[in-house]
């Protein structure tokens, strides 16, 4: 175990390296954060004195050696549209697309596994074939179309004029798949949002819950269906290996053959490629946050860059490198523990 952390902190720090090395090359492509803090009006002068100050001038490595030192002492620099350190920036907008994260998590793992098992353990039926078609328009929908959907048809309101409205049939079919539109869809609720401790959330009142419904469905659209089909295929695969031939010959009952001796083994690789997946929502949320106007990371990543906020944008990379880095961490040792014949050095058992 010491020696799995010691080589996945060692590679975690490769990963940092390249990622702030990159950030730092493509700079001079993102435009004159200059220009964006002072405007037009302001003479060349003072534009070249500010350029000094922040020292945009200097040479590529020596601007890098500079962030680098400074990194290492958990400096990353400031901000120069908030004025303020780019750590704090990141971390009062980092709860909000960590809680989104989460809530997409939820209704991923939620939905996925029971439909997942109901469709490998009956692929034949309807409701499989169903389920198998709705995935596959899942996949093929853009996350930021999913969201407009979702908005038109639970935040406006969606009018259906399908049925004629001259008999009363047609006028209560037409009311009856028709919404009123009622849910929030924009940003996190203003006074909803209630501060446990330090973190603001929106777990801790109904309405705060609320606002997080259509951003967190948005966002699960896109896994949830590669998971559907995932899990599926698993186990499918699974129910027709020999243990569980055999489990069956002994006469155990078929729910326990399923739910205890099927599952468990499906869920391994789904662990692994589940792990990953999750891990990379927390870029995808770039698109949702910004349909739905969520003050996570996502939304100010953006802002950061309209604006060529470059030592926000460096930070930002980084802090999602870390997160990819600690989500792979965790999903090697909850393999571990899920399947002890695995070890996590990689010598074999």
């Given at each position: 175990m010491i020696a799995f952390l010691v080589k996945r902190l060692m590679h975690a720090v490769l990963v940092m390296f390249v990622i702030s090395l990159l950030a730092f090359a493509i700079q001079d492509n993102l435009g004159d954060p200059i220009q964006q803090m002072v405007g037009q009006s302001v003479p060349e002068s003072e534009r070249e004195e500010l350029r000094e100050r922040f020292g945009l001038n200097d040479p590529f490595l020596v601007q890098y050696t500079r962030f680098a030192k400074n990194a290492l002492q958990g400096d990353f620099g400031y901000s120069y549209f908030y004025r303020e350190p780019a750590l704090d920036v990141i971390a009062r907008h980092l709860p909000a697309t960590l809680e989104l994260v989460f809530a997409s998590t939820f209704i991923i793992v939620l939905f996925s596994v029971p439909i997942g098992v109901y469709s490998a353990i009956k692929p034949r039926s309807p409701i499989s074939r169903f389920f198998m078609g709705i995935s596959i328009i899942g996949i093929s929908i853009p996350v930021f179309l999913t969201a407009i959907v979702l908005i038109q048809i639970f935040s406006i309101g969606l009018t259906i004029t399908f049925f004629p409205e001259g008999t009363a049939w047609g006028s209560w079919l037409n009311s009856f798949?028709?919404?009123?539109?009622?849910?929030?869809?924009?940003?996190?609720?203003?006074?909803?949002?209630?501060?446990?401790?330090?973190?603001?959330?929106?777990?801790?009142?109904?309405?705060?819950?609320?606002?997080?419904?259509?951003?967190?469905?948005?966002?699960?659209?896109?896994?949830?269906?590669?998971?559907?089909?995932?899990?599926?295929?698993?186990?499918?695969?699974?129910?027709?290996?020999?243990?569980?031939?055999?489990?069956?010959?002994?006469?155990?009952?078929?729910?326990?053959?399923?739910?205890?001796?099927?599952?468990?083994?499906?869920?391994?690789?789904?662990?692994?490629?589940?792990?990953?997946?999750?891990?990379?929502?927390?870029?995808?949320?770039?698109?949702?946050?910004?349909?739905?106007?969520?003050?996570?990371m996502g939304l100010m990543f953006l802002d950061a860059i309209n604006r060529a906020d470059i030592p926000l944008i460096i930070t930002y990379l980084m802090i999602v490198g870390v997160i990819f880095v600690i989500t792979n961490t965790l999903v090697d040792l909850i393999y571990g523990l899920v399947n002890p014949t695995v070890k996590l050095t990689g010598k074999p058992a």
């Open positions: 798949f028709s919404t009123q539109g009622n849910m929030p869809s924009f940003g996190r609720g203003g006074g909803t949002v209630e501060m446990f401790g330090y973190w603001e959330t929106n777990f801790a009142s109904w309405n705060g819950l609320r606002n997080i419904v259509l951003p967190a469905v948005s966002l699960a659209s896109i896994m949830l269906p590669l998971f559907i089909r995932l899990i599926r295929a698993e186990m499918m695969e699974v129910l027709q290996s020999d243990y569980v031939k055999y489990a069956r010959a002994k006469g155990i009952s078929m729910r326990r053959v399923y739910f205890v001796h099927a599952l468990k083994n499906t869920m391994l690789p789904v662990i692994t490629v589940g792990g990953v997946q999750i891990g990379t929502m927390v870029a995808y949320t770039i698109l949702t946050e910004t349909v739905f106007q969520w003050p996570g």
